[in-house]
């Protein structure tokens, strides 16, 4: 198959076309301008030079395609200007979903978040469990404004569209809010730990890069979602892993949690003036998501997709190598 990715530099992404580049498949990447490539020319894959909220660049660059791996996103608890959320996220989303339509593509493997479920009565929740009231973090109010329209698109002009929501990722190379917090750890810059007892959800990226050919390879599966995840640990069973395999004694001091939000909502403001990021990564956004924590069941894609889950410490061990 001719497959149409975005997003295919990021750190799902770069896993992603790894892992398709040992199939027979055919590789068009959807690139910006400034983008590192590197990795992409080293694995020969077809480069189309645009964005998502270029509709002109994705409707050129996926014509002639059959599948599409929509991964281009925001992820982040704070960016200098918010705006960036809604047009990649939200009309990034609607662009890809209409040339999808316009090109006549087979299937849209579009990759969400657990975190667009917010906070559900079930715990843990599934794929079909009601969404909560809240999100708690401006990427997720757009990501999940942007699964609605591709939801959208497919009860209204029956799209075929398949979603993955993967949960807290984790592994080599993650330039993200997780890497960097391990990062942090491990190069003790962190004054102390927060929300010890708060419970996520993880998963190895490659599990995550895997769910997603197999959910395109799967045959009559349009419509479904398949959440990728399965080990429940708190953040204090998180530190400890890292501080075993890096041999990094952990911050001595334990921040209380209206101390953690207190801190978050004056290192957001100051970041705002300053247009940097918030020291320790303590951006409210990011506070808010780790105190609420995220408990899903990501069973189905072991039953549907045949997914057997890597053990997080291995995806700890491996990010804290890359990191080193």
């Known amino acids: 198959m001719k497959i149409f990715i975005t997003g295919a530099t990021g750190f799902i992404g770069s896993h992603l076309v790894r892992r398709l580049k040992q199939t027979g498949h055919q590789l068009f990447c959807l690139v910006r301008k400034n983008s590192d490539v590197r990795l992409l020319e080293k694995l020969g894959v077809t480069l189309v030079i645009g964005d998502v909220t270029d509709k002109s660049s994705v409707l050129a660059g996926m014509k002639g395609c059959d599948w599409v791996m929509n991964l281009a996103n925001v992820y982040s608890f704070w960016e200098p200007d918010q705006r960036i959320y809604t047009r990649v996220n939200v009309e990034g989303t609607r662009n890809v979903m209409e040339c999808a339509l316009e090109t006549g593509i087979s299937k849209v493997v579009h990759t969400s978040s657990v975190v667009v479920y917010g906070k559900p009565q079930d715990i843990p929740f599934a794929e079909e469990s009601p969404v909560g009231p809240v999100r708690f973090s401006e990427y997720a109010r757009t990501k999940y404004s942007g699964d609605l329209i591709a939801w959208e698109f497919f009860e209204k002009k029956k799209s075929p569209l398949v979603m993955i929501y993967p949960a807290g990722v984790l592994g080599a190379g993650d330039p993200k809010a997780t890497g960097k917090y391990i990062q942090n750890l491990i190069h003790r810059h962190l004054p102390a730990t927060v929300f010890d007892d708060s419970i996520f959800t993880f998963v190895h990226v490659k599990d995550v890069a895997e769910a997603i050919i197999r959910a395109a390879e799967k045959e009559n599966n349009i419509g479904q979602k398949y959440i990728v995840g399965k080990y429940h640990l708190t953040f204090g069973e998180i530190n400890r892993m890292v501080s075993e395999i890096s041999g990094v004694p952990l911050p001595k001091f334990k921040l209380p949690d209206f101390m953690a939000t207190f801190n978050a909502h004056l290192l957001t403001q100051v970041a705002n003036l300053i247009k940097k990021p918030p020291l320790w990564g303590m951006a409210i956004d990011q506070i808010r998501v780790m105190k609420e924590g995220v408990r899903a069941d990501g069973t189905k894609a072991?039953?549907?997709?045949?997914?057997?889950?890597?053990?997080?410490?291995?995806?700890?061990?491996?990010?804290?190598?890359?990191f080193k």
């Not at 045949?306 to 491996?318: D, H, K, N, Q, S």
């Open 302 to 322: 072991e039953r549907e997709l045949g997914i057997t889950y890597t053990p997080i410490r291995v995806a700890l061990e491996e990010a804290i190598a890359s």
